[in-house]
């Protein structure tokens, strides 16, 4: 019976000045290149097909035979999962509908009772002082236009003018001019008195189509 001998490749694996590594127990890792640290030899040759490997430091590979050297490096890629980018917010657009008329027109009536009842409810009592006043305009605007909006007046800006002053027996005269549409703009104004102050309400509705 005639036996056929594989020949196993040898390996030699060299440093950076290309001598041989040390081997053995003694030998310092450190004279290897991380590079071929891990190593594994497949060999795809038969009877006789057998060779000599020779690995460098800077990973050459000279190779004499059908020999595969697979290197893993322990210095391969790395492959890095950062976090993804936000998403950015839908944007949505709204074609214009072309409403040119209101589906419920402003009620100036019913803009003049919102007036006098927020401004009975906040100046009945109220003494006039001019540093407490200038917030106290602000504040009944807000309120007089939020329930003016509660109206339920589609598509109409809504816009507030409040004036209080001390009643000293002085006249004031308040005018305003605007631009707007005749047919559907409108406006509500009120006057409020009591002992200490008097009160000047003024409420614009402008569409907008």
């Not at 690995?55 to 050459?60: H, L, W």
């Not at 919102?114 to 305009?137: F, G, H, P, W």
Request: aromatic residues 8%.
């Amino acid at each position: 019976m005639h036996r056929r001998r594989l020949r196993v490749p040898r390996i030699t694996i060299t440093d950076a000045s290309g001598k041989p590594a040390a081997s053995g127990k003694g030998a310092a890792p450190g004279n290897m290149s991380t590079a071929v640290r891990r190593q594994s030899i497949v060999d795809h040759g038969g009877a006789g097909g057998g060779g000599t490997t020779t690995t460098t430091a800077a990973g050459n590979i000279h190779s004499s035979s059908r020999t595969a050297l697979i290197m893993t490096s322990a210095q391969s890629r790395r492959v890095s999962f950062s976090q993804a980018p936000p998403i950015s917010a839908v944007s949505r657009s709204y074609e214009n509908s072309y409403k040119t008329e209101p589906e419920k027109e402003f009620s100036p009536a019913a803009a003049k009772r919102v007036i006098r009842e927020v401004m009975e409810a906040m100046l009945n009592d109220q003494k006039y002082d001019s540093a407490t006043c200038n917030q106290l305009t602000l504040t009944v605007a807000d309120v007089i236009k939020k329930r003016v909006k509660e109206l339920g007046f589609a598509r109409y800006k809504i816009v507030t003018n409040i004036a209080i002053g001390q009643a000293d027996e002085t006249s004031v005269a308040f005018a305003s001019r605007c631009v707007w549409n005749v047919n559907f703009d409108s406006f509500a104004e009120y006057t409020y008195k009591n002992g200490s102050l008097f009160a000047v309400g003024l409420v614009y509705a402008l569409y907008c189509d």
